[in-house]
């Protein structure tokens, strides 16, 4: 039995979840970090001197945070071989696009753009520091635009650990008020994520507590 740290709100949290519905692993998740507190307990920092979400501890294990570090341990232990390869070379091929999903797509917009848009009060909003993120961040998404149009998926032909890296941004990039270019191949991609049961449960939730509120 998985025993998770975390609040549904937070993205790593949910991308955690989403690849723990994907492998349907038996679990118990306890709210943590944000408005519900616990990371500041004497407790939780045994479990993560860092007083970050997520953690998980498997069984009787050692409590593991670092989300990439998650992921990783559950693909290694549970996934299936198409999700995440025994091969080295096909497996780097998919960690190499969940490592470049994790800093260059996750970065680039929750922080400059997610927390700018939806957790800064409007009157408070810098348009052109949005702006400048908007572009810095629609360049990378074009790498992963051209990438999907000639693979189906992220690191190749199969759903992978990379897709949950990368895909579990795209619910709340799409559904804030931000202009996005026309994408095909990424929208078409974002539609078949949805389709998904454990994208829809963990993923396409409501962030309404993280909005900001007027001062």
Same mark, same amino acid.
């Given at each position: =039995?998985?025993?998770?740290? *975390?609040? %549904?709100?937070?993205?790593?949290?949910?991308?955690? =979840?989403?690849?723990? *519905?994907?492998?349907?692993?038996?679990?118990? %998740?306890?709210?943590?970090?944000?408005? $519900? *507190?616990?990371?500041?307990? !004497?407790?939780?920092?045994?479990?993560?001197?860092?007083?970050?979400?997520?953690?998980?501890? !498997?069984? !009787?294990?050692?409590? @593991?945070?670092?989300?990439?570090? &998650?992921?990783?341990?559950?693909?290694?232990? $549970?996934?299936?071989?198409?999700?995440?390869? !025994?091969?080295?070379?096909?497996?780097?091929?998919?960690?190499?696009?969940?490592?470049?999903?994790?800093?260059?797509?996750?970065?680039?917009?929750?922080?400059?753009?997610?927390?700018?848009?939806?957790?800064?009060?409007?009157?408070?909003?810098?348009?052109?520091?949005?702006?400048?993120?908007?572009?810095?961040?629609?360049?990378?998404?074009? &790498?992963?635009?051209?990438? &999907?149009?000639?693979? *189906?998926?992220?690191?190749?032909?199969?759903?992978?650990?990379?897709?949950?890296?990368?895909?579990? @941004?795209?619910?709340?990039?799409?559904?804030?008020? &931000?202009?996005?270019?026309?994408?095909?191949?990424?929208?078409? $991609?974002?539609?078949?994520? =949805?389709?998904?049961?454990?994208?829809?449960?963990?993923?396409?939730?409501?962030?309404?507590?993280?909005?900001?509120?007027?001062?």
């Amino acid at each position: =039995m998985l025993e998770i740290w *975390g609040r %549904r709100s937070s993205s790593n949290v949910q991308a955690l =979840m989403w690849c723990v *519905g994907e492998l349907a692993l038996p679990h118990v %998740r306890h709210d943590a970090g944000g408005r $519900y *507190g616990v990371t500041e307990t !004497d407790a939780f920092a045994a479990l993560n001197p860092n007083r970050t979400v997520p953690v998980l501890q !498997d069984a !009787d294990g050692p409590a @593991i945070w670092e989300t990439g570090a &998650i992921l990783r341990y559950l693909a290694n232990r $549970y996934g299936s071989t198409s999700f995440w390869p !025994d091969d080295p070379v096909e497996r780097a091929e998919v960690d190499k696009w969940a490592e470049w999903a994790k800093i260059n797509v996750a970065m680039g917009f929750t922080v400059p753009v997610f927390w700018r848009v939806v957790r800064t009060p409007e009157t408070e909003r810098d348009p052109a520091a949005i702006a400048a993120a908007l572009r810095a961040l629609h360049d990378i998404l074009a &790498i992963a635009e051209t990438r &999907i149009e000639k693979t *189906g998926w992220l690191a190749g032909s199969s759903f992978t650990l990379a897709d949950i890296q990368f895909g579990h @941004i795209l619910f709340r990039y799409f559904d804030i008020d &931000i202009e996005r270019p026309n994408w095909s191949s990424l929208k078409g $991609y974002f539609d078949r994520l =949805m389709l998904r049961p454990a994208f829809r449960e963990h993923v396409a939730i409501s962030y309404d507590e993280l909005r900001a509120h007027p001062r």
